[in-house]
């Protein structure tokens, strides 16, 4: 009796073993690439990738039975890499054309972004989320967060734990939370934030403060906002109303002795930090709006949307302001060093760029903000990361995406160089793929071909 069980359970693993080894009518296979471990960066050469059903189902130095896959791609002389994630992206809203919103979504795609974080949520964004998860849509994946909780929004603690209490319910994934939240109203977010279960995330308000914002474990910190104020002396009896830009008015007053404590805080609290570093080295920063536009990515964007992002430039750093290259200088030294003692001693960098914002087009921005992140002294193997298997930690989805290995999602790139020698080469994309789903550059370029024309034409 027990040789007869035995004997049908070798059948039984035998005929499993076969039936996935088998690909089927749909199965892709990339032959011969080079795969990128993002958590070491180490690179496993001459390996074939086998996918199916949106998965990657194997991976190996040798396949057998090649032409029974529907899809073969040559990676020969390529590398392979997960997917990157947008982790403070913007994703449009109505009125906007379904065309409108769909191109959106394939910029990002089109630079090897498989995961979104939007943050600025509206109801629109649950059904679209919905969409994307069936493959009805052609996007990255999406997280989003609730509909903005700022000073306007939310007025008083029984309009917060009404907001936050309805969020929760609707389906979001995380609240927004942004400037002008007064700090009794802010306490009461938090307060129901914790009691039905919902994490929060953005910006810091001027009257609730770094620390006080770090206490209470944000799930992220965005634009390392707050970290300069919170390095202000109180010696130096500031109007902390009076920051500026990102506390940009008050550069030349701070004590950078204090920037291991707040990362400590940090860490203490679990709070990831996103920088959207190439918001400060492009909307605020000393070079205008004419040399921006000349950018090739720009053709993408509307012209009516480069106008209006002239306009809103001109007022943040045009000769009619108070800005100043030296006092810019002093701010971009000390936001540098925030984000090396971060990523050093913190508890997590995330990549995110905050597209589209001004001349920050979705998907080319991300190149933008990983130059960024290597000025400020993080390695391209840092960078990789806080745009791979970082997300993937953060969401608690490591299971799901953020890294080439068996049984996760087929989220990844090609590429025609290693980008932990040169971050650059991930502007060179063979293509991407996105849920199994295989862009190559051809059809790639095509698409890009379509939006430019559709925007030159509004």
């Known amino acids: ?40 960066g180490t690179v496993l050469e001459n390996q074939f990738i ?14 057998e039975n090649k032409e029974l896959y529907n899809l073969i791609i040559d990676g020969k002389g390529k590398f392979a890499l997960p997917g990157l994630a947008e982790m403070h992206a913007h994703i449009p809203s109505p009125p906007i054309s379904k065309e409108q919103l769909e191109q959106t979504l394939f910029l990002y795609l089109s630079n090897g972004i498989t995961t979104i974080r939007g943050m600025l949520g509206h109801p629109s964004h649950l059904e679209l989320r919905k969409q994307v998860e069936r493959g009805e849509v052609l996007s990255p994946r999406i997280f989003t967060s609730s509909p903005s909780l700022n000073g306007n929004t939310v007025k008083t603690p029984e309009e917060a734990k009404d907001k936050v209490t309805s969020y929760q319910k609707d389906g979001y994934d995380f609240l927004k939370i ?45 634009h390392v906002d707050g970290f300069l104020e919170g390095l202000v002396p109180t010696s ?29 805080l940090s860490k203490e609290h679990k709070v990831w930090i ?47 302001t108070n800005f100043d290259k030296e006092q810019w200088q002093k701010f971009i030294t000390i936001r540098r060093q925030l984000i090396k003692a971060l990523q050093k001693d913190g508890y997590g960098m995330l990549l995110g760029s905050d597209a589209p914002q001004l001349f920050n087009v979705p998907g080319f921005s991300i190149h933008h903000e990983m130059a960024g992140m290597l000025r400020a002294g993080m390695t391209p193997l840092e960078i990789l990361q806080a745009g791979t298997i970082n997300p993937a930690v953060f969401f608690d989805k490591e299971d799901s995406f953020g890294q080439i290995k068996e049984g996760l999602e087929a989220d990844l790139l090609l590429v025609n160089a290693n980008p932990i020698d040169d971050i650059e080469a991930l502007k060179k994309l063979t293509g991407v793929m996105i849920q199994g789903k295989w862009l190559d550059k051809k059809t790639i370029d095509k698409k890009l071909k379509v939006i430019a024309a559709y925007a030159q034409n509004q």
């Not at 039905?196 to 770090?214: E, F, N, Q, S, T």
């Not at 009896?237 to 204090?258: E, M």
Request: hydrophobic share 40%; glycine share 6%.
């Open 236 to 264: 130096q009896n500031v109007n902390p109303n009076n920051n500026g830009f990102f506390g940009y008015n008050f550069a030349g007053v701070v004590d950078t002795t204090q920037i291991a404590a707040l990362v400590q």
């Open 274 to 320: 996103v920088p959207t570093q190439s918001l400060f080295e492009r909307w605020f920063a000393p070079i205008s709006a004419e040399e921006l536009i000349l950018q090739p990515e720009m053709k993408y964007m509307h012209v009516t949307t480069l106008m209006n992002w002239k306009i809103r430039k001109d007022q943040s750093t045009g000769n009619a």
């Open 1 to 40: 009796m027990k040789k007869g069980f035995l004997l049908i359970f070798l059948l039984v693993f035998i005929c499993c073993n076969e039936s996935q080894d088998k690909p089927s009518k749909s199965g892709t296979l990339i032959t011969d690439v080079s795969i990128i471990d993002v958590t070491t």
């Open 50 to 63: 086998a996918i199916d059903s949106g998965k990657i189902k194997r991976i190996s130095s040798s396949v």
């Open 178 to 222: 942004h400037p002008g939240i007064q700090r009794p109203v802010f306490e009461q977010v938090i307060q129901t934030a914790n009691e039905v279960g919902i994490p929060y995330a953005g910006h810091v308000p001027v009257d609730v403060g770094i620390k006080l914002a770090l206490e209470s474990n944000y799930a992220t910190v965005d």
